[in-house]
């Protein structure tokens, strides 16, 4: 008798799918700069469809679940499909990426195998005051920093302007725009004030690192792996726009950042940066408590330091995000990427065993 094929959940939670409407050619066209990018007019749905696709041709039995804010939805799924293992794209609960962590403390609860990092390694990137004292505590270099709670009449520090001030708790650029770099006290407090009032939660103040800007993609389990490394070329960005990865670059095709940041893989480094980059990203990946995939940002200042940025558990792994660029250029292909960390999962008798602590 033929053994039945592994059956993989893809659950993801889009409360409203109805509502992406597809950009139309006309809405890029008349733009003042020239694009780089065409339009991405994939939704959501289609690519985690084109996941099932793609696990499905290496062998195993996939469907998408999307669990649309509805947690009786998904235990009733789970209880009545019976799948072996999640591949866990839940990013956000209720419009609270907070919660994100949670969902996967109820995989562990149920004691099904998921994909990627534990609640743990979640919480401790998510809260960006957190991860700044993990990794600074374990002696990675991160921009100088000091955190506001709350409106006050003075905001004293000792960085060096520029300073870029974030939210402490968005993910995905949120937040970041060109005004979140300031070079003087009255600018400072202004962006600072509209942090707390407009996230309603503390604002993040770092020295602003200029120089290279780099992604380093981890996959693994216990023994884990870093692949070509890929840097965002900033180098056609238009003097009135900051070098940075903006809101704007990020998700707006019709803003002119979105068209000068552009990736390039594999990323034109010295032996020895290349070098020191692979074992920082490594090292934060373990002290962060990411598992299977991760990608560790960081900036190469001019000086050639490395500094990191942030590191992203669970990033982006849809056909054309960064990571699988690099997965690419390690020679896998899509469905093998995928498939690799569906085994990770697999490998685990119990969802708590993960990475071992950092040597
Ligand atoms: N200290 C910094 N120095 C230089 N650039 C920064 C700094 N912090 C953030 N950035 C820029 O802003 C982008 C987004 O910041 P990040 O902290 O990664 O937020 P998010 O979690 O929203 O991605 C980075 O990719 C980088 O381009
Ligand atoms: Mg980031």
């Known amino acids: ?42 939704t959501p749905m289609e690519e985690y469809d084109y996941v099932v696709k793609k696990l499905v041709s290496v062998g195993f039995n996939a469907y998408t679940l999307n669990i649309r804010d509805n947690l009786e939805l998904m235990l009733k799924n ?8 999640i591949f866990n794209f839940v990013e ?43 990794l600074s505590s374990a002696g990675i270099r991160i921009p100088h920093f000091f955190i506001v709670y709350a409106r006050a009449a003075r905001y004293t520090h000792n960085l060096n302007y520029p300073l870029l001030v974030k939210p402490a708790f968005e993910d995905a650029s949120v937040g970041i725009e ?18 707390l009032k407009q996230f309603n939660q503390p604002a993040l103040i770092e020295e602003f690192i200029e120089g290279r800007e780099l992604n380093i993609a981890v ?3 216990k023994r884990l792996k870093v692949l070509p490394i890929s840097e965002i070329d900033f180098s056609t960005m238009p003097d009135h726009l900051h070098n940075i990865v903006s809101f704007q670059a990020k998700w707006d095709p019709h803003h002119e950042s979105y068209h000068k940041t552009i990736p390039i893989c594999p990323a034109i480094l010295s032996m020895n940066i290349e070098k020191r980059a692979k074992e920082l990203a490594f090292k934060a990946f373990k002290v962060m408590g990411c598992r299977d995939y ?21 990033p982006d792994i849809t056909e054309g995000a960064g990571f699988m660029r690099s997965a690419h250029h390690a020679g896998m292909t899509y469905a093998q990427a995928l498939k ?7 490998g685990r008798k119990n969802n708590l065993k993960s990475a071992e602590a950092p040597s």
């Open 219 to 221: 996959i693994g389990d």
């Open 1 to 42: 008798m033929r053994r039945p094929k592994i059956k993989v959940a893809v659950v993801y939670n889009e409360a409203q799918p109805e509502m992406y409407k597809k950009t139309s050619d006309a809405e890029v066209k008349d733009l003042e700069f020239k694009t780089y990018f065409e339009v991405d007019k994939t």
């Open 92 to 134: 956000i609960y209720k419009d609270n990426p907070r919660l994100e962590m949670n969902v996967v403390g109820l995989f562990e609860l149920l004691g099904i195998p998921y994909t990627g990092a534990p609640a743990m390694g979640l919480a401790n990137c998510q809260n960006k005051i957190l991860a700044k004292r993990l």
């Open 340 to 346: 690799r960390i569906v085994k990770f999962a697999l």
């Open 78 to 85: 789970l209880k009545e499909d019976k799948p072996d293992v």
């Open 294 to 314: 991760a990608r560790v940002d960081m900036r190469l200042s001019k000086d050639n330091k490395l500094y990191v940025l942030e590191v992203n558990p669970n």
């Open 178 to 195: 060109n005004e979140s770099i300031v070079n003087n006290n009255s600018q400072l407090r202004k962006r600072i004030e509209h942090v």
